[in-house]
C-alpha cells in the first residue's frame, strides 16, 4: 500500500500589537523580527484602547514620551502595563530600562515578560511566544534579582534543581554547559528555569513593594516610589 505524504502542519505567527512612540521602531518592527505576525502599531496606550486589535501578546514599551521626547500625560510605566492588561491582553515589555527592581515591579503590575531593545530580534520572538502559550520570559538581569531573592529569604519556594539552574543562567552559562553540568538534557534546564521564572512572577505579584524593598536591599521608599 503507498502512503500518503503527511502534510506539513502550519504553525501560525504569534500575533502582536507594538505600542512605541519611536515611529522608527513601528515603522521597523515587522521587518526585523519576520517570526511575530505585527498586526497594528500605535503611538500610545491611549490610541490602542480607543482603538484595540485582536491579538496574541501587546509588546510595550516602558517609557512612553510624547512629541520630540518631552514628557507627556500618557500612560507608561506601571499604569500603561495595567491599561493593556485590563484589556485582556498579555504584556511583553520592550525596553531600554535595565535596572532590575523597576523591571520586577512591572512584573507585579501585571507584564508576563520582559525584552531588552539591544537583544537579538530572536530573543524577543521567543520571548513573545513563550508568553503566547501562558509562560513568563525575563532578562538576565531579573534572572539575578531572582537569585538575589531567593538567597534572601524571599518565599520563591524554588526546588533544588530550579536553584541550580537560575544560578547558572545568572552567570550567563549556556545551556549546553547547564545541561552538561546537572546531568540533564537541555529541553529539562529550559524547564526548570522556566518554571522558576513563573515563581518569581507569582512571587512579586503577590509581595507587598515593602516586602520586596526589604527582599533586594533598598532604602525604604526607592520601591515606593518608583512608577
Known amino acids: 500500500m503507498t502512503e500518503?505524504?503527511?502534510p506539513d502542519v502550519v504553525v501560525p505567527l504569534p500575533r502582536v500589537a507594538v505600542i512605541d512612540d519611536s515611529t522608527v521602531i513601528r515603522g521597523g518592527f515587522?521587518?526585523?523580527h519576520p517570526g511575530l505576525d505585527v498586526v497594528a502599531t500605535y503611538a500610545s496606550v491611549e490610541e490602542f484602547e480607543a482603538m484595540p486589535v485582536d491579538c496574541d501578546v501587546v509588546v510595550l514599551d516602558l517609557l512612553l514620551r510624547g512629541p520630540q521626547g518631552v514628557a507627556s500625560s500618557t500612560k507608561q510605566g506601571r499604569a500603561a502595563i495595567r491599561a493593556v492588561r485590563d484589556l485582556g491582553h498579555p504584556v511583553c515589555l520592550y525596553t531600554d530600562e535595565r535596572r532590575a527592581i523597576v523591571l520586577a515591579l512591572c512584573l507585579?503590575?501585571?507584564a508576563n515578560g520582559v525584552v531588552?531593545?539591544?537583544?537579538?530580534?530572536?530573543v524577543a520572538v521567543q520571548a513573545v511566544d513563550d508568553i503566547r502559550h501562558g509562560q513568563v520570559a525575563i532578562t538576565q538581569s531579573l534572572v539575578g534579582l531572582t537569585e538575589i531573592l531567593d538567597r534572601r529569604g524571599?518565599?520563591?519556594d524554588l526546588s533544588p534543581r530550579q536553584r541550580q539552574v537560575i544560578s547558572a543562567r545568572a552567570r550567563g552559562r549556556?545551556?549546553?554547559d547547564i545541561a552538561t553540568t546537572l546531568f540533564i538534557t537541555e529541553d529539562t534546564?529550559?524547564?526548570?528555569?522556566?518554571?522558576?521564572c513563573t515563581k518569581l512572577r507569582v512571587y512579586?505579584?503577590?509581595a507587598s513593594p515593602g516586602d520586596i524593598e526589604r527582599a533586594v536591599g533598598a532604602a525604604p521608599g526607592d520601591v515606593l516610589d518608583e512608577e
Open 116 to 122: 531588552h531593545k539591544s537583544d537579538p530580534p530572536q
Open 30 to 32: 515587522a521587518t526585523v
Open 154 to 156: 524571599a518565599s520563591l
Open 108 to 110: 507585579r503590575a501585571g
Open 174 to 176: 549556556h545551556w549546553g
Open 4 to 6: 500518503r505524504p503527511v
Open 204 to 206: 512579586l505579584q503577590h
Open 189 to 196: 534546564a529550559r524547564e526548570h528555569y522556566r518554571a522558576a
